[in-house]
Each structure stands twice: as structure tokens, then as C-alpha cells.
């Protein structure tokens, strides 16, 4: 993508952007919160430099539960802090939460000086440093992240709870902007009624933990024979009792993964993290024609039209009503996946991307 050595002016018709997110493509929430929007913003006239901070073995290393070697995490932000040197050369810098980890917001604002910079915000992070362990971080940069949203020319979120949270730190604007799915790479499921019944959870092995509470119930319900569990993404997870088929997630099959499911479920705990999820795997199930049954937590709520396009459930006996009825009849499932995936068009990149270009031209302006 082009790197641009200087701004152009407001009357030009293209603009230079430096992306500034935290991981590659294998980090979910870079993947999904700013690099999948990048590649419809040239036809808006927009030009795009991608750096992002961490390279995927400080992913390997975190989900295998081992540290980074220091000597990765500091060769990483001596590259940032080089990019950061030249961001003024951008017409609009866009950033993935924050772009120092653990650098206080003095040191960081500082290095945004003379940028106009856009944060983003897709989930909670802010709650890391608030709630750190070490006073010492607490003290240093638990209100980090709200100074970079005050300083910022504008402010992206991913749902309204965030948005709520953008506003009472003081933002100058905020725009809602959820994150944002191809709709075109998933087809919807024919619902047939053959074959076993098959309950499909997708995500990572820092998510796989909300399968815990409902176990009993997956357990009760793939012991009988009744259904199937296919579980991907969630790494070595053990499940009580629960028979299930995990697979690994990669990028280029997921969709032909979901497209196995009869049913998507989300299941989440009810905490402040929580409470500020974006809650993508919803939208995969949604756009392969699936009925979902979802916690009405966070955003849940906003999407899942309960009895119509899915369930939400509270309860463990919610949870065997809800995929009880769904096991019992193919037509139900049709109607309410069908009625899902019409009711993301709104969720879609052909919808977003317009938006953020929009976003982009009009901080470039200022």
C-alpha cells in the first residue's frame, strides 16, 4: 500500500492514512476492527499504510500461556516509536486503542503532537489498566486511555456501551461503528432436518471459558445423542462431561465451519468486560442463515431479536428451551436463519466502510 511523505490539502481527492493497529491478521480484534475495513476505502479515494505494533509470535507466545522474549517486545516498540515519528506526514492516523502499551498517556500524547489522530475502541480495554494488579500501573495509566480519546479528533466504537464510555472521558466526537462482516463469504445453511442436531461455538481460547456455565447443558444434550457440539478455535479446553468435536480456527475456512452448525450459540458471563463486547461470532452465525440463541449481555440485546431471528437466554433451563425447540424443528430454524441474516445488513462492510471513509475525510479537513 502507498506510503505517502506528506499531507495532501483539503481540496485534493485522495488522502493518506496510517493504520496503526496492534496485531496482523491473527489477532481477531485488529483483523476485524480495522484491517478488514481497509481494502473498500481506495475506491473512496483513500490511501492506506498499515504498521501494525506485535507480529504474530507474540500471539503464539500468549496463547500458548509463555512470555514474548523481551528482545521481540522492544524491537516492536522501537518500530512504533519510529512510525510515530513520521505520523505528521498523514493526513489522518488511526489507531487500534492506544499506540504505546504501557507508556504513560503524557509520553504518548507527546508523540502524537501535530497528528490527527482517530482512536479505536472495540471492546474494554481501558478496564486492563483500571483494573491492573500493580498500584503502580493503576496510578501511571488507568486513565490512559481516556486522555488519548480527549486528545483524539474523533473516537470509533464498536457499541454503544463504549460509546457511552467515549463520551463521559470527553471526546470530541464519537462515532459508532460496528465492527463489520463480508457478507459475501458466507452462504446461507440449508436447513434440511437430516443428520444429528449440531450445536457450533466459534472464537479463541481467552472466549472458550463462557462455554463453562452452560456445560451441563451441552453436556446432557451431546451424551444423549440428541445433538453434536463442534467447537472451534478454543483450543485445549476440557468441557465436563461434554462430548464435543474441536477443531482449529484458520481464517480461510471458518466460514465452511459455521456453515456446519444448525445453531450458533453465545454464551456470556455478565461483567463489565463483558457488558462492552462486540460480539462478532454472532454475526458469522447471522450471515450463514443460522438461528442463535446468545446471554443478553452487551450488545447481544441490540442484535438477537428474541422468537424471531434467535433466543436469548439467562439461564441454564433457558438454554435447553431455547436449543430444545430449535433441535425439534428444521422450519423454525429456517425461518428465524433466515430472518438473521437479513437483519445484519447494517453489520455489513458494504455498510460500514462508506462511513469510516466519511469519518476520514472529514478529520482531514479540520
Sequence with gaps: MPDRSHRTSASADRL?????????????????????????????????????????????????????????????????????????SYDVVWIEKEALPFVPFAVESAMLAGSRFIVDHGDARFLHYQNHPRHLVRWLLGGKLSGLVRRARATTVGNAPLESWACAAGAVEVVQLPTAIDLSRYAARPHTGAG???????????TAVYLHPIAPVLADLTSSGAARLLVVGAGDIALPGVTATYLPWDEHTEADLVAQFDVGIVPLEDGPWEQAKSPYKLLQYMASGLPVVGSPVGAVPDIIRHGVNGFLASTNAEWRLALDA???????????????RRSIASYSLDAVVPRLADLFWRVARQ
Design 326 to 340: 430449535l433441535r425439534a424443528d428444521p422450519d423454525l430454524r429456517r425461518r428465524m436463519g433466515d430472518d438473521a
Design 16 to 88: 493518506s492514512v496510517l493504520v496503526l493497529p496492534r496485531h496482523g491478521r491473527k489477532g481477531a480484534a485488529s483483523r476485524l476492527r480495522l484491517l478488514d475495513l481497509l481494502p473498500g476505502l481506495t475506491d473512496h479515494g483513500i490511501d492506506v499504510t498499515v504498521r501494525p505494533l506485535f507480529d504474530d509470535r507474540h500471539l503464539d507466545a500468549r496463547d500458548s500461556g509463555r512470555a514474548a522474549p523481551l528482545a521481540v517486545g522492544v524491537g516492536r516498540g522501537l518500530r512504533r516509536l519510529a512510525t510515530l515519528l513520521r505520523a505528521r
Design 196 to 206: 444429528v442436531f449440531t450445536i457450533g461455538w466459534i472464537g479463541s481460547p481467552s
